[in-house]
RNA sequence: GUGGUUGUAGCUCAGUUGGUUAGAGCGUCGGAUUGUGGUUCCGAAGGUCGCGGGUUCGAGCCCCGUUUUCCACCCCA
């Protein structure tokens, strides 16, 4: 049979992993920094924690789990022969892949309540899945990496996940902006044009301004069945310019009227001043049409986009004030935000950003004439390691030229040689592959890493 | 979920209006070179042409179905 893995999932060569560790160890070395620790969830979760925390287009897009033994032994022939998928489903399957690391988390704090200690940090890194149609830049199972803190209302969190953004872009050498909104103000614009109910169709319209252009999105509007007067009103919030502060100021005007709108004006602000006195690399920007479509968010939220690459967010968040409300924990707010680790993989791809060794690489390779030099070899790796260094020793004493290809092959930049000569002097003769240079040197001599 | 697109050697791809035995480059293996890789030269292995059906004297090529890839929409990291 012809090997083949499921649509929009991949493997990993050693090249890749070497890639992508160096993003993950990236990312964690600044999660650190600022005091969030690790946790992990199971991959399944129970379908009751993940239905109808993603709106309606989630569920579709959940991966279910067949139940284990005879699945269709609960099921009558009457509810078969209904071929309601929906109401099959809840019968045949109560698990499902997770699909975000949010809400398996806010179950785990929800769940370990008694473990924890508020404000919560957490940073959680795994695999999500998502019953999609992959695309450019979009898989069916990919990497999240998260950082939230939950059980604080103070917008100094909002601050340090900016400050993350920026400190883990800087490290990673992509030019990025983080834009910022506030759903507290998509509420107030929904609220001051006199459609409160339809916030949602309003902002997934908005959400598409730069893509579509300011004449589609008004088309949209106009389809999703908001009103004439209602979307005029909204024009002057859409054609917003000038900087943050200016903004703000026009949004404080036109916005008067609505108390939940000149909070998140409020928010906004106060996140503005702070960033102020720190020396952030990267541009935070007001962006008004920028919604997400995630609606569990109810304040702040963020989104960044890569400067030099066209492939949409590669990092995304925000404030959601009652996620753990569901599984019975009421009042719990909680801000966090997710890197893409694929997306991030394919800009610095591009870009061809990645170092050029790898702390995963072998640093000296041990090739022998014959069994003795192989034995002889195995004492000086040993010591090698020892003082920390990656070390191999190639298994067998076979032809030199196909040792020193596998040294070639994984770009290993020294190789020892080992014959009689070497091993009556008690020496290896060390080669630098890079520029072919060979001596013959003691233990000692041996270049640390 | 909707529309389009793609599939030929391990990989990247040629393959004429349908016509004998389907090719190349890269990679792999062997040799030139019995203690030296990355360069060069020679040679070899490797294919149910995604799968199933149909049209035809004859199909990699045309038709139908199916699956896969990629792209757009919906949505999203």
Known sequence: MKPSIPKGTRDFTPQEMANRNYIFNTIKDVFRLY?????ETPAMENLSTLMGKYGEEGDKLLFKILNSGDFLSGVSDVELEERNSNRLTSKISEKGLRYDLTVPFARFVVQNRDKITFPFKRYQIQPVWRADRPQKGRYREFYQCDVDVVGSDSLINELELIQIVDEVYRRLNINVVVKINNRKILSGIAEIVGETERITDITVAIDKMDKIGL????????????????????QPILKLSGTN???LNQLKTILASSEIGLKGVEELEIIFNLCKSLKLQ?????????????????GAIFEVKALDVEIGSITGGGRYDNLTGVFGMPGVSGVGISFGADRIHDVLNQLNLYPETSEEQTQILFVSFGEK????????????RKRGMNVEIYPEPVKMKKQMSYADSKKIPFVAIVGETEMKENKVMLKNMKTGEQKLVGIDEIPAP
């Open 35 to 39: 005091g969030f620790q690790q946790i």
């Open 215 to 234: 004449e589609n999105v008004n088309k949209e509007l106009f389809e999703k069945g908001i009103s004439t007067e209602a979307i005029g009103k909204i």
């Open 245 to 247: 502060q200016e903004k």
């Open 282 to 298: 990267t541009t935070v920007e007001l962006d008004l049409t920028l919604a997400r479509g995630l609606n569990y968010y109810t």
């Open 373 to 384: 030099e192989l034995a002889y070899c195995l004492p000086w790796a040993s010591e090698l």
